[in-house]
C-alpha cells in the first residue's frame, strides 16, 4: 500500500541543514496496523508528513495507493490527499464549527452533496460513538472526544489509508486505550491501513502489527512486533522495550526483599507476549520441582499474550533451580537471577 | 421644554446631519470591511512560510498600509483632494468623504485582520491541506471563519474611529454631525448645537460598540 525508497527530507536552514529523514525504504501492507517509534526529534513526524506531502522529499520515492505522490501537484494531489485521512496529536479541529460541521469539512472540500454529507456525518458519528454530540463545540468536549471527532473527520472521504501522527499522545491512559481500541476497530471493519507514530511503546504493542524503530532519520530495526520485542537488536529498541517491561520502581522495591528471604535465588521474570503467565509457572512447579515464591511483579494482557516483568524467589535444591532456569528459557521467558544485586 | 434649554438647535437640521453621518459611516465601513480583509488577506499569505510566500508583493503590501496609516487623517483628506475630485466629481456632500475615509481606515483595519489571521492555529490549516483543501477553501472555510471574532472586533474599533473621522471631514464640506458642530455650532458660536451633536455622535458609537461586542461573542466559541 505504500512504499517509500531511499526516501530523505533534508531542511536548509539559514546556518545549517537538518537531515530529517534520511534514506529511508520502507514497505507498508495494505490493511496492517504499522507503527513508526522513536524519542522526539528522531525525524517520525516529518516520514508521516512526507506520505502526504505536506512536506516534499529532497530525494527518494513515496509511493501511496499505487501514485507516486512526489509528481502530483495541484489537482491531482488534492484528490491524492482525500484518500489519505490524517489523525494529529492536538486534534487540529475547527472551534468555529461544531462536531457535525467538523466532521462535514472533508465532505465539504470533496464537493459532497448536501443530502449525501448529512447521511455520511451521522454515520461517522455513529461509528465513533458521538451522536448525542452532533452539535457541540470542540471546546465542550473532552481530548478523546476531541480526538473521535479527528479519527470521524478523517475517514469522511472513505480514504484507503490513515496517518496518525501522536494521536494518543496528547490522552491520558484510559483514554488512550479507548482510542486505540477505536483505531483496531476500525481497522477491521474497513481493513484500512494505518500508519501510527509514537514514542510509547504501550501503543505498539497494544495494536500494531509490525513496527520501525527509528533513531536521527534512519530507520534502524523493523518487523513483526513481536520478533522486534523478543529479539531486539539495537539499543535504542531495547530501551524501548526496557520502557515497556520493565517497572523500575519494581526493581527498587525488591532489593530489600533479598534479605527477608535469604533461602533460594530471585530471579526476574520478563514476559515479552509468548502466551500467559500462569501456565508457564504451573509447569515449572510441576515439572522442576522447584517451589516458586511470588514476590512482586506487574504484567499486562494485550492481543498477542502477556508482557511483563514477575520477580520469583526459587526454592529448591541447586540442580533442580538450574532446570527451572533452563526450562523457562526454552519457554521464551527472559530468566535473569538477581541474588547478587 | 427642549426650546427653552437648547434654543438654537434646529431639529431637522440635526436630524440631516446625524443621517449623513451614518450614511458616511456605513457606506465606509462596508467598503473599509471588504477593502482591509483583502488587504490584510494579501499581508497574511504573503508573509513568510504562508500559502503565498511572496517577498515582493509582502513588502510592497506593507509599505502601503504603513503609508496610509500614518498620515493623519486631516491631512489625508487635503492631500486626496484632487483624487476625490476626480472620482467623485465634487469635493462637497457626503459622497465626497468616502474615498477619504476608506484609504484612512482600511490600512489600519488592513494590520488588525493580517494579527486575527496569524492567531489561526498552523496545524488547522495543515489539517485542511491534508484533506485535500485548494487555496480558496482555506481561506473561506478556514482561515476567515476560524478569525471571525478578530475580524468583528477590529471591525469594530475601526467604524468607532470611521465616525470621528466623519466628524473631521465635515470640516471640508462633507457634511454631518461634525459639520454642524463646527459651523452651527462653533462659529455662529451656539454651544447647544455642539452639545445636541456631540451627544448624537456618542449614542452612534455606543450603539456601535454594542453591535460589535454582541457579534464577537456570538461568534466565539473557544
Ligand atoms: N520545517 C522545519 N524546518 C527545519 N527543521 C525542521 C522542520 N521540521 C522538522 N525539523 C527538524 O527535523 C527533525 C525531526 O523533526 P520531527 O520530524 O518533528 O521529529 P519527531 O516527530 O520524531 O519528534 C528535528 O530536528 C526538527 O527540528
Ligand atoms: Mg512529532
Given at each position: 500500500m505504500i512504499h517509500l525508497q531511499q526516501l530523505s527530507k533534508i531542511f536548509?536552514?539559514?546556518k545549517d541543514e537538518i537531515t530529517a529523514v534520511d534514506n529511508v525504504d520502507l514497505s507498508i501492507r495494505e490493511g496492517e496496523i504499522f507503527g513508526i517509534i522513536g524519542y522526539s526529534g528522531a525525524g517520525k513526524s516529518t516520514l508521516i508528513r512526507l506520505l502526504n506531502?505536506?512536506?516534499r522529499p529532497t530525494i527518494g520515492e513515496v509511493i501511496v495507493a499505487g501514485k507516486e505522490m512526489s509528481t502530483l501537484r495541484g489537482k491531482p494531489l488534492r484528490e491524492a490527499r482525500q484518500n489519505i485521512g490524517m489523525v494529529f496529536q492536538h486534534f487540529n479541529l475547527l472551534w468555529s464549527r461544531?462536531?457535525?460541521?467538523?466532521?462535514?469539512?472533508?465532505?465539504e472540500i470533496a464537493r459532497v452533496p448536501k443530502a449525501e454529507r448529512t447521511k455520511r456525518v451521522n454515520e461517522l458519528m455513529e461509528l465513533v460513538g458521538l451522536s448525542e454530540r452532533a452539535n457541540?463545540?470542540?471546546s465542550e468536549l473532552s481530548g478523546g472526544q476531541k480526538q473521535r471527532v479527528g479519527i470521524a473527520r478523517a475517514l469522511a472521504n472513505d480514504p484507503k489509508v490513515l496517518l496518525c501522527d501522536e494521536a494518543t499522545s496528547a490522552l491520558d491512559p484510559k483514554t488512550t486505550d479507548s482510542i486505540l481500541d477505536l483505531l483496531v476497530d476500525i481497522n477491521q471493519k474497513f481493513g484500512l491501513t494505518i500508519v501510527l507514530i509514537t514514542h510509547e511503546m504501550y501503543v505498539i504493542r497494544k495494536i500494531c502489527h509490525r513496527v520501525a524503530v527509528m533513531e536521527d532519520g534512519k530507520i534502524v530495526e523493523q518487523g513483526d512486533v513481536l520478533d522486534v520485542f523478543r529479539q531486539p537488536k539495537?539499543?535504542?529498541?531495547k530501551e524501548f522495550v526496557k520502557q515497556m517491561a520493565e517497572q523500575e520502581e519494581t526493581l527498587d522495591t525488591v532489593v530489600p526483599l533479598l534479605k527477608d528471604h535469604p533461602s533460594g535465588p530471585?530471579?526476574?521474570?520478563?514476559f515479552l507476549g509468548e502466551g500467559a503467565e500462569e501456565p508457564v509457572i504451573t509447569h515449572l512447579i510441576r515439572q522442576c520441582g522447584v517451589s516458586v515464591n511470588i514476590l512482586q511483579g506487574k504484567i499486562s494482557r494485550t492481543k498477542d499474550g502477556s508482557y511483563g516483568t514477575?520477580?520469583?524467589?526459587?526454592?529448591?535444591?541447586?540442580?533442580?533451580?538450574?532446570?527451572?532456569?533452563a526450562f523457562l528459557r526454552e519457554n521464551n521467558v527472559e530468566a535473569e537471577v538477581l541474588t547478587d544485586v | 421644554m427642549f426650546k427653552q434649554l437648547l434654543p438654537n438647535v434646529n431639529w431637522s437640521n440635526m436630524w440631516e446631519a446625524t443621517v449623513e453621518t451614518i450614511y458616511m459611516s456605513f457606506i465606509a465601513v462596508v467598503i473599509t470591511f471588504i477593502l482591509g480583509i483583502f488587504l490584510g488577506l494579501v499581508l497574511y499569505l504573503t508573509d513568510k512560510d504562508n500559502l503565498w510566500e511572496n517577498r515582493m508583493i509582502h513588502a510592497i503590501t506593507a509599505a502601503f498600509v504603513n503609508i496610509f496609516r500614518s498620515i493623519p487623517f486631516i491631512i489625508l483628506i487635503i492631500l486626496l483632494i484632487p483624487f476625490t475630485t476626480f472620482l467623485v466629481g465634487t469635493m462637497l456632500g457626503p459622497s465626497a468623504a468616502l474615498p477619504a475615509l476608506v484609504i484612512g481606515a482600511a490600512p489600519f483595519y488592513a494590520r488588525m485582520v493580517e494579527i486575527g489571521l496569524r492567531e489561526v492555529d498552523k496545524g488547522v490549516i495543515e489539517a485542511a491541506q491534508s484533506m485535500g483543501a485548494n487555496q480558496w477553501q482555506i481561506i473561506f472555510k478556514?482561515?476567515?471563519?476560524e478569525s471571525m471574532p478578530a475580524l468583528v472586533s477590529g471591525i469594530t474599533v475601526t467604524s468607532i474611529a470611521l465616525v470621528s473621522y466623519t466628524a473631521m471631514a465635515g470640516v471640508i464640506g462633507a457634511g454631518g454631525l461634525g459639520d454642524l458642530a463646527f459651523r452651527e455650532g462653533y462659529q455662529r458660536n451656539n454651544p447647544d448645537v455642539t452639545f445636541v451633536a456631540t451627544i448624537a455622535i456618542l449614542i452612534i458609537v455606543f450603539i456601535l460598540q454594542w453591535i460589535g461586542d454582541f457579534i464577537t461573542h456570538k461568534t466565539d466559541k473557544r
Open positions: 536548509r536552514t539559514k506531502m505536506l512536506e461544531t462536531v457535525f460541521e467538523n466532521i462535514s469539512f472533508p465532505l457541540a463545540y470542540p539495537k539499543q535504542i529498541t530471585i530471579v526476574k521474570l520478563m514477575l520477580f520469583v524467589q526459587l526454592q529448591g535444591n541447586t540442580s533442580h533451580i538450574e532446570q527451572a532456569l | 478556514v482561515l476567515l471563519p
